[in-house]
């Protein structure tokens, strides 16, 4: 048997990661495809853990508001204050979406990274 040439689209997944205390970073790049100028908030949804336990990290976006020419383009940093208050090594799924832009919507997953516990011997072997 041949590969099935008609694969199904993947969406790309930004990926915010980082130590209890730090802040995760992701970029993603908006284009207007329209013929007109448009002037619209990035827009972020709570994330949730796989069993539906919904949490609001700090977040800041960069810019907040985006205004593009037709055919103009920039790119839109995404930070997430990364907590206690998230699991270590567990998804937190969002999306981000720019309406009036796109209808697509972007995936997020957020995670705590574990770190070594505060206090705990660095022991080499």
Known sequence: G??????PPST???VLEAEAGSEAQGVFM????LARTVSTAVVTSTFADRSGRAVRPALR???GVVTLE??????VQLYAAVSDDLD???DYRG?????GLSDNVIPVVLRRR????TGAPNVAG
């Not at 041949?2 to 694969?7: D, E, L, M, N, R």
């Not at 908006?30 to 495809?33: A, F, G, L, M, Q």
Request: no cysteine; glycine share 8%; charged share 20%.
């Open 114 to 117: 574990a770190g070594r516990p």
């Open 2 to 7: 041949q590969p099935s040439s008609a694969a």
């Open 30 to 33: 908006v284009e207007n495809r």
């Open 12 to 14: 790309a997944t930004l």
């Open 88 to 90: 270590a090594d567990v």
């Open 70 to 75: 037709p055919g103009g383009r920039t790119l």
């Open 95 to 99: 999306e981000v979406t720019v309406p």
């Open 61 to 63: 976006i960069m810019p």
